[in-house]
């Protein structure tokens, strides 16, 4: 990697772009798969399942601005004053979560192990506790070390942009590719089953194993591919106090500046509905009692057009800016929303009371229209207010982690998990009534 201002070359570009390929992989699976599989394969309560899910995004929430912290201050790895191939306090961050990761996560689907017999299966459950835990922990470091390399590795706001919709764009083809793979895996189970049950548990721990492979095999690109070198900005005498202020500000200053708090709104709204999506979409495709496949099949139409989404962001942020590009892309995803609420022709079976609580027809053009501009919005917002967190840090690399990993809210889970009890509320109503 080159220093000063110099470009970025295509294949140090695309190298980085696969060092969140782990993450995404594994995310894809845990925020479409794991409600699906606690409650229909191992028949946790769907109450306890929410708070298997709130327990790892918690643990989230408290690893991301610890890593940010221990990254920030932490050194290079050096012997000898040397250092030892291409690794700085960033790659050192992200090997180790992506160990954690590799480690944790097949290990989530792998079944009782014999434990759900003993102790009305405690045992099982507190391990299953310490793995998702220990996955959290993995990914956040991972998450949170590749995203803080981008302000480091170029100060060229279009760079940076870039990198960022690399970065995104793998995001979205690693989903796409995990849906592909769900979809054959689940059309082509040995059970010959229409909807997951108890024993569709090996399933499951394919999947998992298969993309954890995968995962291992962009995560050694990444690190071969990728040296980090920081960049030492040079700027012009007339800005050389205000540059210096910036640089030495120190991890609690960020709490004083109101651009972080503006990103931070931007960056959790974003999440919020990116993460709602795909964490509900396949849970209500289930209990609606459509087939496997389209567990598979609707996730995946999402995530395609999340990826045509991403490849037209270069050319609306050129022609109209990011602000015109956040609110097109935020009134898409509105759009979408406010349609499937009063469409209630998306649902064959939509009742008067809630037309929302019927299937939707899988051969409906409307809404797989409907999942389509619901992806693409939600894809369009995370990648541009990943883009304002850079905009946010700009040379400010030695503390530049801190405004990532407060910005990654743990509101986003916590809002799921709320949702998720009082639907089951609301079935629950239903169902006495």
């Known amino acids: 990697m080159g220093s000063g201002g110099g470009s970025i070359s295509w294949g140090q570009k695309l190298s980085f772009g696969t060092g969140h390929v782990l993450n995404d992989l594994c995310a894809s699976v845990w925020f479409s798969y794991l409600l699906v599989y606690l409650q229909y394969v191992l028949l ?42 291409n690794y700085g306090k960033r790659k050192i961050w992200h090997l180790i979560g992506s160990i954690c990761v590799i480690v944790s996560f097949p290990l989530m689907f792998v079944g009782c192990m014999g434990l759900c017999e003993h102790s009305n299966g405690i045992g099982y459950l507190v ?9 959290q922990f993995g990914w956040a470091a991972a998450q949170i070390s590749h995203l803080a390399m981008i302000p480091e590795l170029t100060h060229v706001e279009a760079e940076r942009d870039e990198l960022n919709i690399i970065r995104f764009s793998f995001d979205i083809i690693t989903d796409i590719l995990v849906y592909a793979i ?64 910036s640089l030495k500000t120190q991890w609690l200053g960020w709490f004083y500046n109101w651009h972080f708090y503006r990103v931070g709104i931007l960056y959790t709204a974003a999440r919020l509905a990116h993460n709602t999506s795909i964490v509900f979409v396949p849970l209500y495709l289930q209990e609606t009692q459509q087939s496997a496949e389209m567990l598979a099949l609707i996730p995946l139409v999402m995530n395609i057009a999340g990826l045509l989404g991403s490849g037209l962001l270069k050319i609306t942020i050129k022609l109209y800016g990011k602000k015109a590009s956040y609110a097109m892309a935020s009134l898409m995803g509105l759009i979408s929303c406010i349609w499937l609420v009063i469409d209630t022709n998306l649902s064959e079976n939509a009742t008067t009371l809630d037309p929302l609580l019927g299937p939707p027809s899988s ?70 009534a």
Request: aromatic share 6%; charged share 10%.
């Open 44 to 85: 946790i309560p769907s109450g306890l399942s929410g708070i298997i899910l709130l327990i790892g995004q918690i643990a989230d929430a408290i690893a991301t601005p610890l890593v940010g912290i221990l990254s920030d201050h932490g050194q290079c790895c050096c012997i000898g004053g040397q250092r030892l191939c």
């Open 127 to 135: 391990i299953l506790i310490a793995l998702v835990c220990l996955f």
């Open 182 to 245: 769900a979809l054959i895996i689940f059309s082509q189970s040995s059970h010959n089953l229409s909807q997951v049950t108890t024993e569709s548990g090996i399933d499951f721990m394919i999947l998992a194993l298969s993309i954890t492979g995968i995962g291992i095999i962009f995560t050694v690109i990444f690190h071969v591919g990728v040296d980090e070198k920081p960049i030492k900005i040079e700027r012009p005498a007339a800005i050389m106090g205000t540059a210096a202020v």
């Open 363 to 432: 051969d409906n053009a409307q809404f797989y229209l409907l999942a389509s501009m619901m992806g693409g919005g939600a894809a369009m917002v995370v990648i541009l207010s990943l883009t304002s967190a850079a905009d946010l840090i700009d040379s400010n690399t030695v503390n530049c982690i801190l405004p990532i990993a407060f910005n990654t809210s743990p509101s986003i889970m916590e809002h799921s998990y709320f949702l998720h009890i009082f639907h089951r509320k609301r079935q629950h109503s239903s169902t006495v």
